[in-house]
């Protein structure tokens, strides 16, 4: 039988080309080549798979121009026509998993080419794409490589055979909304019975069905007396002080930023501008009150609808943030605003 | 309570002269057994045969598997309320036949479903491939009425079973298993730093074809109550259910309840299992409400730490468990669910009709909708007249080599929800 | 049922005689001839020749006219379009008794329950007068069910 034929895709750090400093590099082909984490993959291969290329792209570059890296990048797997596409594994990085998930996901829809990636599951690639393509689990750093690739190639060689693909638990690959049967080791009850011993003692345990996402919140009661109340402004949509003193990121946010409004009657063009990556910032830039809306809170404070306005607002980007920490951040966020006495919070997007 | 099981191992059953057990086999005389089933005007007819695990035999439509068993020491008798007087039965001594089973087939209605494979791939996945089954398929008298022909065939299942299960009466049991649960009282002291659970089974009461039955009494009828987890193994709860095949909780399993069974494993180790409390699946909203209501406040009052909650079918019971699981929770004990899906053929749908957060903690028996090929099998128990119409089924079912292409839900047992099998899905 | 065989007149005097004495408070909502047949001379029925699914679809018009529903939209174990009967009991809006949920959480089963019509969509149309009948009886011991927790 003929050896499976690879193409394998990965970032400019893991090409041994540079860090954050490389990470505009632009897509090159490197064809007949084996660069990186490929040669683990190779070893694992044997003679059932050979990498026939192998595709380097600067995250930044990736995410900055995606429909051109993405056009660029399929052509030149369609031309060498692989039997399954490699993207990663992208451990924790934020914007290599978000490329991996963006070009796997591609490969596969849009060439009908198989594809997998790896990465770890807070990575904010996982999020968007474990729906889409197989992401096979790993640890969060490099550090995880060699168990990584294992998993990976076993269940690549797998895959491009055409083999039955099991269940989620049992092949490592991220859960991702399919229903698949298998044999457990120990009847239902028995494994109820464990459950419930481990719930019990506050251990943990996994359910076999989560229920669907309920992360719903119950809203307040209405504010009673809204001409007496501070009201607080808190966005994702990225506005910051100019300059973006924090370095929040564009995309895959790490933190979050507090920002006085002491004075404050208007956001403009010299003093606040968009720290996201996720849409056109030209009008955000010029005039921030179109996602932050500070003027028309000053105007009602004036006219006595509200008390008044909080004198700090928070913002993050939530262009591919995690939800996990997009849910850490809520919560910091709301604690500091119940300690100051804030009544109500207006939240804004993009 | 406390009771003994003696356990006697049944290797093989053959047709013979005169019914006995002798050797670890089981010989059956059916001129013996027709009058215990033809007793009940009803029915006009009935065949025997016998289905051994590896055979190439299908049998379908199943209605009833049973284990038979009988009391040899104790107050009642086996199945009280419908065979035998209703005394309160769960301690003494019971014997059963393991390794068989008696199976009650016949099509009630037309869309019944319920596939024994005892080879091929369909056997994987019943539990009933691995058992020695007596087979009975009644034959009704003309122009009966579909409840009492359930009826006639239901009980005609526990005469026969218990008639077997007498001709065990004088032997020893090749092992024997000892069940014992204490008073409330008498469990705090004995246990006084184990945690204190119980076990939660949502009996399938909807109306024909969907019923359960508890000492004689339509569960329907209940209101949520408690029983010594002993005594569902002399019968005490009863199948009456002839749909849903894959989930449905035939007679034999109840009698051999897999969570009592690994609950008494941790009893006294990691808990003590205080009690079973039965409730139902009414079809009526009220109902859901109450008994849901009653259940969490027994949960309650017997200051339970955790429980165990299974249901039966599929759709409003889903509403049922949930309820049951949310009100159980919210009177702040832990609770484990058990269930099975219907995911779509694909696997990507939403596998329950109802849900919510605080059931974290679920154990899945799988998708039913998964599709599986069954081969054409060399005989057949039972008929086929009506596979493709069979909950599971499509016109494509009867494929042009004898071959069935059918969904899980038409095997009987196969996502069985009080975890009998192995079966599960992520 | 004591009025049960009073009513062999074609006039349809039973509501209002039912209704003045408080009697029936819901009416059944049916696409099941036997259905139809077993209750219609105690009971307000609105039979319809419809698919189960529209049977439903009726229901949540009725649910948006201030009704509200008394039995569960799913069955309990056949599957939503293996059978072609379905039969609900709906309280009607100027009825003040008790019910288990109200008009809003009976929209939202009426809607999950349809959401279940959409997952089960591989059975065929049977045109076999003998299953035909045989889902008819299930159908109406479920409903039958049902109404004697209703009267009760």
Known sequence: MAKIKIVHYINQFFAGIGGEEKADIPAELHKGEIIGPGAAFAAGFGDEAEIVGTIVCGDSYFNENIDKAKAEILGWVKDMAPDLFIAGPAFNAGRYGVACGTIAAAVSEDLGIKAITGMYVENPGADMYKDKVYILETKDSAAGMRDAVKKMTAFALKYAKGEKIGASSQEGYMNNGVRVNFFEEKRGSARAVDMLIAKLNDKPFTTEFPMPDFDRVEPNPAVKDMAHATIALVTSGGIVVKGNPDHIESSSASKYGEYSLEGVTDLDENTFETAHGGYDPVYANLDADRVLPVDVLRDLEKEGVIGKLHEKFYATVGNGTAVASAKKYGAEIGSKLKADGVDAVILTST | ?426 | ?152
């Open chain 2, 1 to 426: 309570m406390r009771l003994e099981i003696g356990k006697i191992n049944i290797t093989d059953i053959r047709f013979a002269d005169s019914s006995k057990i002798e050797g670890g086999v089981l010989y059956v005389n059916p001129e013996d057994l027709k009058p215990v089933v033809l007793e009940d005007d009803k029915l006009k007819g009935v065949v025997f045969d016998i289905a051994k695990p590896g055979e190439s035999v299908r049998i379908t439509p199943v209605k009833d598997v049973i284990e038979p068993r009988v009391k040899v020491e104790g107050k009642g008798g086996i199945f009280p309320g419908m065979i035998a007087k209703v005394d309160t039965v769960g301690s003494g001594k019971t014997l059963a036949l393991k390794g068989m089973a008696v199976v009650t087939a016949g099509k009630i209605v037309g869309f019944q479903e319920g596939i024994i494979d005892m080879t091929g791939p369909g056997a994987d996945y019943t539990p009933f491939s691995k058992t020695l089954n007596l087979v009975m398929v009644c034959e009704p008298v003309d122009d009966l009425k579909q409840h009492d022909y359930e009826k006639a065939v239901r009980m005609a299942g526990f005469r026969v079973a218990a008639k077997i299960g007498e001709l065990a009466r004088d032997l020893t049991a090749d092992e024997t298993c000892v069940y014992e649960t204490c008073g409330i009282k008498e469990g705090i002291e004995k246990y006084p730093d184990l945690p204190r659970v119980g076990y939660v089974s949502m009996l399938q009461t909807q109306g024909l074809l969907h019923d359960t039955y508890v000492y004689g009494v339509d569960a329907k009828q209940i209101i949520p109550t408690i029983l010594s987890p002993t005594e569902i193994m002399d019968g005490a709860i009863v199948s009456g259910n002839c749909v849903s095949a894959c989930d449905k909780n035939p007679t034999y399993i109840h009698q051999n309840n897999p969570v009592v069974e690994d609950m008494f494993a941790e009893h006294g180790k990691s808990f003590n299992f205080v009690c079973q409390i039965i409730t139902n699946e009414n079809v009526y909203l009220a109902d859901k409400e109450r008994s849901s209501n009653m259940t969490a406040k027994l949960c309650r009052i017997l200051d339970l730490d955790g429980v165990i909650v299974t249901q039966e079918g599929f759709g409003n019971p889903d509403t049922d468990l949930i309820m049951n699981c949310k009100k159980i929770e919210a009177e702040g004990v832990k609770t484990v669910i058990v269930t099975d899906e219907y995911a779509g053929r694909d696997g990507k749908s939403q596998s329950l009709a109802d849900a919510d957060p605080a059931a974290d903690a679920v154990v899945t028996g799988g998708n039913a909708n998964e599709v599986v090929i069954l081969p054409k099998l060399d005989k057949v128990i039972g008929m086929l007249d009506y596979v493709n119409v069979i909950a599971g089924a499509s016109d494509k079912t009867l494929r042009d080599d004898g071959s069935l292409e059918v969904e899980l839900q038409v095997i009987t047992g196969a996502t069985n929800e009080m975890g009998f099998g192995r079966l599960s899905a992520r």
């Open chain 3, 1 to 152: 049922m004591l009025y049960t065989f009073m009513w062999h007149s074609p006039f349809n005097f039973r509501n209002c005689y039912l209704f003045r004495g408080g009697r029936v408070k819901y009416r059944i909502l049916t696409n099941n001839p036997m259905v139809a047949e077993e209750f219609n001379l105690t009971h307000e029925v609105a039979y319809s020749d419809i698919s189960a699914k529209e049977i439903l679809g009726r229901a949540s018009e009725g649910i948006s006219n201030g009704e509200i529903l008394l039995n569960h939209p799913l069955y309990g174990s056949l599957k939503p379009n293996e059978t072609p009967y379905r039969s609900l009991l709906l309280r009607k809006k100027e009825d003040i008794s008790f019910t288990a949920i109200t008009n809003e959480e009976s929209a939202a089963l009426i809607v999950k329950a349809l959401g279940a019509y959409e997952k089960f969509t591989d059975k065929k149309e049977t045109t076999d007068t003998k299953l035909l009948k045989d889902y008819q009886v299930v159908d109406l011991s479920l409903t039958a069910s049902a109404v004697a927790a209703a009267d009760r």
